[in-house]
Structure formats: C-alpha cells, structure tokens
C-alpha cells in the first residue's frame, strides 16, 4: 500500500485529465484502508490531496476537508499535521447545500 501511495501522491502532481478517474479512484483506496483497516495518516493525507486537487464531488470535497481538520489537531506527527494545516488553509469549503 505504501507503494500505491507514493505513486498516487507523486502523480496528482503532473497528472491530466485522463489520469483523474484512476488517480480519484486510488485515492479512495487509500482512504478506505486507512479508515477500516489501519491507521495511516499519510494514506488519508494523499485522499485528501487528490480530492481536492482533482474531485469535483462537493459532498466528498467536504468529507476530505472534514478528514484534514481532524488531522490537524491529531496526535500525529508534526510535518503531517502542518501538511493538513496546509491543505485547509490552501481550499476553499465548498458551498454548504440550501
């Protein structure tokens, strides 16, 4: 998993849009193990990078920046709590539902 990891994260960085499904699809699977099976914030922290960067899902955008405040304030470590800082503070929330 670390290996999906590291490509997931490294990808979203140069990737296109026929790259974004895969890259979005990755992502949740990182997610998913982290949240059921392990807890590995680095996983949740590349969810969160490629949620943000490339979903288009409001609802998910919100679930992402959920995951990143927690993180934040987490008993983590420090580089991967300012990277979840980092991630508030660099994308907007999206636009609460009527």
Not at 4 to 23: I, P, R
Not at 54 to 72: C, H, N, S, V, Y
Not at 77 to 84: P, V
């Amino acid at each position: 998993m670390t290996g999906l990891n590291n490509f997931v994260y490294y990808s979203c960085f140069e990737a296109d849009e026929t790259q974004k499904g895969f890259l979005l699809e990755k992502a949740r699977i990182l997610r998913n193990y982290s949240q059921e099976r392990f807890y590995f914030p680095r996983f949740l922290l590349t969810y969160i990078r490629v949620i943000l960067q490339m979903g288009t899902d409001p609802e998910e955008r919100r679930q992402a920046l959920a995951i990143a405040a927690k993180l934040a304030d987490a008993p983590i470590a420090k580089h991967e709590q300012d990277e979840a800082r980092l991630y508030l503070a660099s994308f907007p929330q999206p636009a609460v539902k009527p």
